[in-house]
């Protein structure tokens, strides 16, 4: 069983190097994204602004008729759909915070009809923006943990379940303009845990990026992967599932600060990772690969991304790596 391998990259290391690089080594999708954290809202902005540049379709071309990569766009969407300027008019687009206050910090309220019809419109004006991109639209929600709608219509729904009623109305919309749109789940942070109310329709797949193994500060995570994979493969359906993780992720083991540092990359681990997830039945592998531009080349040479070219290794091995309680960056 063949996988589709993809790296993503920030849109300033969106380079012809990198596409160059990307596709002698095998791999067959760059995914361009925009920071995200705070700065989602305005960094998608700004490649929103990026796409409408000679020099930047010219890159996208490249990759796609020259050297025959699928180029998709991935990001933190919720506060670009959904502006933050209409709380005053409307705070009951957004959403309502623990102690029973509305707030535009992140996110929206998904019981909010008016905002949904909103943010679902928004979505197709973004999807029509991104230049060449395929028809998996990755509009993730915000990046953070928690900050679900508590207001008496949602205060009961599971942030997993608050996804899926966004994933439902921007794929509904989204499916209006491109017959074969999908969106994905985003299995992050507190949604590695299935929904409870709702089931996926067609448009709606298995993205799991397991963030939690590599922080300290969820240690109730780490070495449970295999405990939280297969249940939302069995509910999402393996056939499409996505697997995006971190092991050319230098922004995350640089602490998001530049200038970047080196990248260790453990080749055992990455190969064993890939051969445990073919054999659980993905075929959609990506690792995000940020940090690696032209300022870390100049510091350090060329970086190390052939890991992700990496032969198989025993998946028994990776599942008993998994048991321990060690799991940590490769640079720490």
């Known amino acids: 069983m063949g996988v589709k391998k993809g790296i993503l990259v920030h849109p300033d290391e969106f380079t012809k190097k990198q596409i160059d690089r ?5 791999v067959d999708v760059i995914g361009i994204h925009p920071v995200g954290g705070k700065e989602a809202a305005g960094s998608l902005s700004a490649l929103v602004g990026l796409c409408k540049t000679g020099e930047f379709r010219a890159l996208v ?7 025959g990569l699928t180029v998709e766009y991935e990001c933190h969407a919720a506060s670009y759909l959904l502006d933050r300027g209409l709380f005053d008019a409307h705070p009951e687009y957004f959403r309502m915070d623990e102690n029973g206050e509305r707030t535009p910090d992140v996110n929206f309220c998904p019981s909010s009809a008016e905002a949904l019809r909103i943010v679902a419109e928004r979505a197709v004006a973004l999807a029509e923006s991104l230049y060449r991109g395929s028809h998996d639209f990755y509009f993730w929600l915000d990046d953070v943990s928690g ?3 508590c207001c008496e219509k949602c205060r009961e729904l599971s942030h997993s379940d ?4 966004y994933l439902k109305a ?3 919309a989204l499916g209006k303009r491109f017959y074969d749109a999908r969106v994905p789940y985003l299995a992050y942070f507190n949604t590695v845990k299935l929904p409870e109310k709702f089931k996926p329709d067609g448009r709606i797949f298995l993205e799991y990026a397991p963030f939690e193994k590599y922080v300290k500060k969820h240690p109730e995570m780490i070495g449970r992967e295999a405990e939280m994979l297969d249940p939302l493969l069995d509910f999402f359906g393996r056939e499409d599932a996505k697997v995006l993780e971190y092991w050319l992720d230098n922004s995350l083991f640089s602490g998001w600060k530049k200038p970047p540092k080196p990248l260790a990359v453990d080749r055992g681990t990455v190969a ?7 054999a659980h039945g993905v075929k959609n592998i990506a690792t995000f690969a940020c940090f690696l531009g032209d300022d870390y080349e100049a510091l350090y040479g060329e970086p ?4 992700f070219a990496a032969s198989e290794a025993s998946p028994s091995a990776y599942e008993a790596r998994l048991r321990r309680s060690d799991i940590r960056p490769a640079d720490e």
């Not at 608050?162 to 009623?165: D, G, H, K, V």
Request: aromatic residues 10%.
């Open 162 to 165: 608050q996804q899926m009623i």
């Open 22 to 26: 990307a596709a002698s080594l095998g």
């Open 304 to 307: 190390d991304i052939a890991a």
């Open 272 to 278: 064993r990772e890939v051969a445990y997830y073919k």
């Open 170 to 172: 921007i794929g509904e």
């Open 61 to 67: 071309d490249y990759a796609i008729d020259v050297c």
């Open 147 to 149: 900050k679900k709608c």
